[in-house]
């Protein structure tokens, strides 16, 4: 990464957690962007963030801030249920689109999205930071370069546990639910590192009532390459993450593999065909490297590493293991045109 950019004007709807913590922090600290203006339904608590992070604009409409000239791009950082429609309005507005996971509640709404950022000429990414850690490029690497031999079995797994409450998690109407949570990731990875899209899958799940969302889902991917997958994810489990990948020829594998964050050392263990083992240990902030990126494409500086219709996919596959754990048998992802 090189060379000066100038800074994108930055637009946050919905200022919660994440966006506080992690996502505005980010593109402050960054020299490719800035963020202009906050907006929530909640004005009090627009103006409050917005005096945290030296923000010039608070709006209480979403509005508005979509209106505003000095936004150029905007990070949908709302409830699931609420971010096809917002994504919509954005690229109708020419703005382009950072969106939180996931890029919608399914493939088909995803698709929806999709088609409206092309068609307004916008770019769209869904914010699957963890991709952009320098330790899972190096895992990318070493499946990629063959270091570890033809893949042949992939486990991802995540989960926490998640308390009861008014948790937008908890709302099947918000999108809620584990497997379109932390599920999303396990899923996201297998496919990522598999370099294929799965052609079968089976599932297992617990429902939670009252709630009604799945708390607990094991799935199993078959891949069109051959690759194996397990992937497991949890709100009703204690907290954890890992990701193993196991090649003909050697074995690779990332614990806290999801999360990792600033300030945090975060190992790859791996080993090859010559039996050493090895450790290599990284230091990031995926969110820095990810908004810095977003920022860049926007700039024309560099081609998106990660497509919407790639997101797209990737709900098709947790639409698919929803399915297989309703029927009990094994589902086919659908393959459909997003036009």
Known sequence: MSGAVEPVGWGVLGPGGVAQQAVIPAIQASGAGRVVAVASRDRGRAADVAARFGVPRAYGEYAALLADPAV??????????????????????????????????????????????????VLLMEAAMYRFHPRMVRLHQLVR???????????????????????YRLRPEMGGGALLDVGLYVVSAARWLAGAEPRSVLARAESWPPHGVDRLVAGLLEFSNGVLATVQCSFDSAEHQLLEVVGRAGVARAPRAFT???????????????????????????????????????????????????????????DALARAAISGRAERPEVEASS
């Not at 370069?145 to 948790?167: K, M, S, W, Y």
């Not at 908004?291 to 098709?316: I, K, M, Q, W």
């Open 145 to 167: 370069e063959g270091l570890l031999g033809t893949p042949r079995l992939i486990h991802a797994a995540f989960g926490f546990p998640l308390a009861a409450g008014d948790n």
């Open 260 to 318: 990792a964050w600033r300030g945090e050392a975060a190992p790859l263990y791996w080993r090859a065909a010559d039996g050493e083992e090895r450790e290599e240990v990284f230091e990031a902030d995926p969110y820095a490297v990810m908004v810095e990126h977003f920022s860049r494409c926007v700039r024309g500086l560099e081609l998106p590493r990660f497509s919407a219709r790639d997101a797209e996919a990737n709900l098709r596959t947790l």
């Open 72 to 121: 150029e791009a905007v990070y949908v950082a709302l409830p699931n249920h609420l971010h096809v429609p917002w994504t919509a309005a954005a690229a109708r507005a020419g703005k382009h689109v950072l969106c939180e996971k996931p890029l919608a509640p399914s493939a088909a709404a995803a698709a929806q999205a999709v088609v409206a950022c092309e068609a307004a000429g």
